[in-house]
Structure formats: C-alpha cells, structure tokens
C-alpha cells in the first residue's frame, strides 16, 4: 500500500481563506467570518476553516490569524497586559460603541496583528501523512503549513486528517 502524502490530504492554498497583509482588520473580520460560516465551499460537507491566512505580496504566507487574535487586534493595549484576568476585568474596548471598533477595525492591517509561525507548523508536502499527523497532535495546532521547497503550498488541517483517519478505519472495518 502506497505511503499517503501530505499533498494527498492537505488543502490547496487558494482554498484556504485568505488576506493581503494590507487587509485592514475589518477585511479580516469579514473574512474570518465567512471562513467560519463556510462561505465560499463549493461542497456543503467540506470542513469550514477556522483561521485566515495573511500573505505577503509575494503569495507567500506570513503567518494565520483566528478570533483571538482579530478580537485582540481591537485593542493594542490589550497585547501588552500580563495577568489574564486583567484581560477580563480591565478590557475597556468593549465599553466602546460599536460604530468606534469599526473605526478602530478600519485602521488597523492584517500585518501588525499577526506574528511568524513558528517552524514547526510548516511541513513538507512530500511527507508522511503520519509525520504530520504526530506533528499536529505533538504541538496541538489545527493546521500545519504545507510547502513545496520554499513555497506555501497548502494546508493541512487536522480535520482533514481526522476524515483520513475515518476513512482508514470505515475501510478496515468494511
């Protein structure tokens, strides 16, 4: 039986919801959403994505942003506090009428609120379906960046490799 492959599994690139790292953060909360709502999907049953990524001009990823790191991007203050029930207590951008985030979300770009992946959530497209499997459990991340060389290619998500599994064992078992 022949070896699966991360590019067997993973997700092409321009599946994956995506923004310019000149999105402001409003372009970013739109996208966000419809990457939760599926939008977007041709097919109904295919996994919704969690993130967005943020790409260079260049196509190339820089980095992933989700709902806590757009809701932070509200507040730049609030990156800096260090006790978490301070983030509770003292968050002040919620005090805010909504029309004063939208101007706060107009102003703000993808590229100050995202940070670089760290190395081990980019994987090889030639690698084992298990190496990114045991990637993905052992850093507890939802999707590993899949590259040809020194390019993003595609993303695996663990979802995709739970449905994987699924199958592998519904073959098993049938």
């Known amino acids: 039986m022949p070896i699966t492959k ?3 599994v993973m997700l092409p690139l321009e599946r994956y919801t995506n923004v310019s790292e000149d999105a402001a953060l409003q372009d970013v909360f739109l996208a966000l959403e419809g990457a939760l709502k599926g939008r977007g999907k041709t097919d109904p049953a295919e996994a919704r994505d969690f993130a967005v990524l943020v790409l260079d001009k260049n196509k190339q990823v820089l ?12 507040d730049p203050q609030l990156q800096k506090r260090v006790d978490p029930l301070a983030m509770v207590d003292g968050y002040e951008a919620w005090d805010q009428p909504l029309a004063h985030l939208a101007s706060k979300a107009r102003h703000r770009r993808a590229r100050d609120l995202v940070n670089a992946l ?3 959530e980019f ?12 990637r993905l459990l052992d850093n507890r991340t939802l999707s590993l960046i899949a590259m040809r060389g020194t390019r993003a290619v595609g993303v695996l998500r663990i979802v995709d490799v739970f449905q994987y599994v699924c199958d592998a064992v519904r073959a098993e078992l049938g």
Do not use: C, F, Q, T
């Open 6 to 8: 991360v590019k067997d």
């Open 63 to 74: 980095g992933r942003l989700g709902v806590w790191d757009v809701l932070h991007g509200l």
């Open 123 to 134: 994987i090889d497209e030639e690698a084992s379906i298990n190496e990114a499997l045991r």
């Open 118 to 120: 760290p190395r081990h």
